[in-house]
């Protein structure tokens, strides 16, 4: 089992919808998640970060993080095509004083 | 621009060469990581630094790879021998110090070995 999974995607979506996009993890003992946003051929971008159970927003984002599930979720309210690039999730394997990723979901936002 | 700072940008080598990427982190941050990312794939770690020591280096990483860190500053990731397999995007991230500290990536070298 990876220690972080993702769906691959593509994720299709028109404009204006909510995307949402999942992660989830195998260390029950994780503490800290991310969200990172890389377009092709760049770096990835932090878009948030959440560290209790329940939802944080930032904007049109909004992560949700379910510990007991081991599942973490990614909702990006009215989407734009400049949305479209691949979502990586990142996990705080515990006990590391690294991140671990997913292989993300790539997004894709039509007009 | 304070953020982290990567070079070359782009490298270009033939297998059986060596090559040297340099890293500049965020001035503040006193915790630096190296990342290999291919295509299709997530960012995949290579090794830590927590100022000048190294931490952590990942079971993975050939005894080809070598990593540096001299004064608690800049980094320098040195491929020795390469292959055709280290091609590669390497990407170079800092942070503070605590677990889950979010790490903040610079626009990384891209490795392409003939």
């Known amino acids: 089992q990876k220690e972080v999974e993702q769906n691959s995607g593509p994720l299709s979506v028109p404009e204006g919808a909510i995307a949402s996009l999942n992660c989830t993890y195998s260390?029950?003992?994780?503490?800290?998640f991310f969200w990172y946003r890389q377009y092709s051929g760049k770096s990835p971008e932090l878009i948030m970060f959440i560290y209790s159970n329940g939802d944080k927003e930032d904007g049109r984002f909004t992560a949700q993080l379910n510990k007991a599930s081991q599942y973490v979720s990614l909702l990006i309210r009215d989407s734009q095509p400049s949305d479209s690039a691949t979502y990586l999730c990142a996990v705080a394997i515990s006990g590391f004083q690294k991140l671990v990723f997913g292989t993300g979901t790539r997004l894709l936002v039509s007009p | 621009d304070t953020g982290v700072s990567q070079d070359p940008r782009h490298k270009i080598t033939k297998r059986g060469q060596n090559v040297t990427f340099r890293c500049d982190p965020i001035s503040e941050h006193n915790r630096l990581y190296w990342y290999r990312q291919t295509l299709g794939q997530g960012p995949e770690f290579l090794t830590y630094?927590?100022?000048?020591?190294?931490?952590?280096k990942s079971r993975l990483l050939s005894d080809r790879f070598s990593a540096e860190r001299p004064k608690g500053s800049f980094s320098t990731l040195e491929i020795q021998r390469t292959e055709q397999g280290d091609s590669a995007m390497y990407l170079c991230?800092?942070?503070?110090?605590?677990?889950?500290?979010?790490?903040?990536f610079g626009n990384g070298t891209r490795l392409t070995v003939t």
């Open positions: 991230a800092s942070s503070f110090t605590g677990v889950g500290s979010p790490l903040h």
């Open positions: 630094f927590q100022n000048e020591a190294q931490l952590e």
């Open positions: 260390d029950r003992g994780s503490q800290s």
